[in-house]
């Protein structure tokens, strides 16, 4: 059976606790299950798949972005080595000048593609369903397990002893 549990979320430098998320698990241990591994669990490799394609493309869009980012700097750096001009040369001045621009419009334009793909990555989804779908397709494996004919046995632990739990459907 998989349920949906509450548990923290791992936020680095808030000493690993963030947020309540619901998080689905399986088995009496509780195994969380995260992305590909929750749908294969649900007997989904197609959704196992798209997930791994999806992810692909978020990772692509992350690196997209950091790269973008550290270009556009770069390019405002070389704006400090665009050369000098002797004292009355106009023509020099004018193509300085227009160096200077087109390096600042390039660098603005680079960060800026940068940020947004770096927004756009961090809001797109690697999960190729939404959680409703993904609670329907929860039920749905669940109602599969709980059809099979059978007998279930689980362990049970108590502070007093433990024990041998036995359940079934015939």
């Avoid at 009355?88 to 660098?107: A, M, P």
């Avoid at 099979?148 to 015939?170: A, E, I, K, L």
Wanted: proline content about 4%; glycine content about 16%.
């Amino acid at each position: 059976m998989i349920r949906l549990e509450w548990r923290p979320a791992h936020v680095e430098g808030n000493r690993g606790w963030g947020p309540m998320v619901q998080t689905p698990v399986i088995g009496s241990e509780r195994r969380p299950l995260y992305g590909k591994s929750l749908y294969l669990a649900l007997g989904r490799a197609d959704l196992a798949e798209d997930y791994e394609r999806r992810l692909a493309a978020k990772r692509i869009m992350g690196v997209t972005s950091g790269l973008l980012f550290i270009s556009g700097i770069v390019v405002g750096l070389t704006a400090l080595g665009v050369h000098g001009c002797n004292a009355g040369d106009v023509h020099c001045w004018n193509d300085r000048d227009q160096q200077l621009k087109d390096r600042f419009y390039w660098s603005g334009g680079l960060v800026l593609g940068g940020a947004v793909m770096g927004i756009a990555s961090s809001s797109y989804s690697a999960h190729p369903v939404d959680r409703d779908e993904l609670v329907g397709l929860i039920r749905e494996y669940n109602n599969k397990v709980r059809a099979q004919s059978g007998v279930r046995v689980s362990p049970v632990v108590t502070p007093g002893g433990g024990g041998v739990g036995v359940s079934g459907s015939f």
